[in-house]
Nanobody
């Protein structure tokens, strides 16, 4: 079992930056591929970014490519999402997810553990 706790959400102006963190506890963190997903009001949850267990490969949704960066620190059992040049369309609840495989995907049904989410609101 893996427990995930996100933090770092809040209110930010368009064009600004925010860094989300997700701390994992339970099983060995560095055996898991990690992902970030988000769900805006009235919309389906969507993939944002993912990172392999080693951190050697990252994968982004087209909507955030070049603006967001996913990274991880296995010594701290933490994965990050650095969000730059945010816009109002980035407003959503952001979820951290873990899958019991070193390989990552964008499909949420392949992730086994989820955090409770952290709200990000971007004002125009």
């Amino acid at each position: 079992q893996v427990q995930l706790v996100e933090s770092g959400g809040g209110l930010v102006q368009a064009g600004g930056s925010l860094r989300l963190s997700c701390v994992a506890s339970g099983r060995t963190f560095n055996n898991y591929g990690m992902g970030w997903f988000r769900q805006a009001p009235g919309k389906e949850r969507e993939f944002v970014a993912a990172i392999t267990w080693s951190g050697g490969y990252t994968y982004y949704a087209d909507s955030v490519k070049g603006r967001f960066t996913i990274s991880r620190d296995n010594a701290k059992n933490t994965v990050y999402l650095q969000m730059n040049r945010v816009n109002p369309e980035d407003t959503a609840v952001y979820y951290c997810a873990a899958r019991g495989s070193p390989v990552v995907t964008s499909r949420e049904n392949t992730y086994h553990y989820w955090g409770q989410g952290t709200q990000v609101t971007v004002s125009s």
